[in-house]
Every structure is written in structure tokens, then in C-alpha cells.
């Protein structure tokens, strides 16, 4: 198991919307948390849930969001306060310097953009899936490969538990992330609520929308 912890990486800039990103997705959590109705009410409401998707509407024991904008309101939910924090941490991490290479406007499409397109690909995996889908992991996924493209050279500082060996190691993001990528792969089939396929389709989406302007960065260097 690894837990990516910094990079050795710096930006020119500040991450305005990285950092409004964040600070969106934990209030959002907190007013989950501590709505009257709790968490699940709110994963039920504004949840993506396949089926809905596929069928263009369905039945529900409390009232949906428009369906469309839950491919939206999806990625701000999330079911745990572990989860929120993993996916932050990775936020933090990665998604400044993809920020800081488009430029503000352009991440923020770039994120939501890569958030619909993994959503969409689960729900063309399991198109009468009932489950809510929720979380920011697709998104991020994208972000990842975004930064594989960009900077795969880049040190991250790395926990690592080797069952009960623990240490602190500096890896080459191409490295982590191609390992990362790797366990999405495998666990495909292995359920645990994980919706495998969206980070996936996260992580192809980001890889493969940065991969022009990457080309053009290296033709403005090299001619």
C-alpha cells in the first residue's frame, strides 16, 4: 500500500480553484454531516445512479435532483470523512500543477469534464445499476493522468507499508501513478463499492485531453 504525501514539484502560481475545489467539497461534506436528514439522504437525492441515466428518469422513494446535474452535484458528495480526505489529499497534491500548467479557467473544465466522463463510462458498465455514485475520484483520476503526461519525471514523497514494514521514499510520479492505474485495472470484478471503472475512465480521459497542449509545450521548447 502507498499514500502519496507532497510533491517535489513547485508551481509558478497560486491554485485558485484547486483550493476552491477543496474548500467546496468539504463544506459540502460537513452540511451532509450535520444536515437533520444525514448523509444518506443527501447521497439518495443528488447521487449519479445509473439506471436513472439510462432509462431517462425513474422512481424514487425521495425526491432526485434533475439528472443530469447529479453527473455534477456527484462529484461533490462523498460517504465518509476518509473518503473525502483521500481524495483531497490526492486534489491537493497533483491538481495544482495540472492547474498551474492550463491555467485556472481551462482546470476547472478540465476537472468537471473529466469528473462526467468517468461517471459516464460506469454507467455504460452497469447501465441498471440502482447505486448511488459519489465522490471525487474520477475527477481526480483525470488529474492523475494529466500530471503522468506532464511531469511523469516529478518526485512524490511516498508512505509505504509493506505489511509491517513502514517507511518514507521519494518515487517517480510516472511510477506511482503507473502503479496506481495498474490497481484500478486489477481490481475490476472486485466490487467493495469502489466504482473501479470511473476512475478509469477518469484517468484516460485526463491523460488523453492534456496530451495536445503537452505536445505543443515541447514543440515551443525544442524548435
Known amino acids: 500500500m502507498f499514500i502519496p504525501l507532497k510533491d517535489e514539484n513547485p508551481t509558478s502560481r497560486f491554485p485558485v480553484i484547486t483550493v476552491i475545489l477543496i474548500t467546496v467539497n468539504c463544506l459540502v461534506f460537513l452540511y451532509q454531516a450535520f444536515s437533520p436528514h444525514g448523509l444518506e439522504y443527501h447521497v439518495l437525492r443528488f447521487g449519479i445512479i445509473p439506471y436513472e441515466i439510462t432509462h431517462w428518469g425513474m422512481e424514487a422513494a425521495i425526491p432526485r435532483i434533475f439528472w443530469p446535474l447529479s453527473l ?13 480526505a483521500g481524495n483531497m489529499l490526492y486534489l491537493w497534491i497533483f491538481g495544482n500543477n495540472v492547474e498551474d500548467f492550463l491555467g485556472s479557467v481551462k482546470f476547472l473544465f478540465f476537472y468537471l469534464t473529466c469528473g462526467i466522463t468517468a461517471s459516464m463510462l460506469q454507467v455504460a458498465i452497469y447501465p441498471n445499476s440502482r447505486i448511488p455514485m459519489i465522490g471525487a475520484s474520477g475527477a481526480i483520476a483525470g488529474l492523475l493522468g494529466a500530471y503522468l503526461i506532464l511531469y511523469p519525471s516529478a518526485r512524490v514523497k511516498t508512505l509505504v507499508f509493506l505489511f509491517f514494514y513502514i517507511t518514507l521514499i521519494y518515487v517517480p510520479a510516472w511510477v506511482l501513478l503507473g502503479l496506481w ?7 475490476i470484478g472486485m466490487g467493495g463499492g469502489v466504482a473501479w471503472f470511473a476512475h478509469i475512465g477518469g484517468f484516460l480521459a485526463g491523460l488523453s485531453l492534456v496530451l495536445p497542449a503537452a505536445r505543443k509545450r515541447q514543440k515551443f521548447y525544442y524548435v
Open 181 to 187: 492505474f495498474v490497481l484500478q485495472l486489477s481490481n
Open 72 to 84: 455534477l452535484t456527484g462529484m461533490f458528495l462523498h460517504g465518509s470523512l476518509l473518503h473525502l
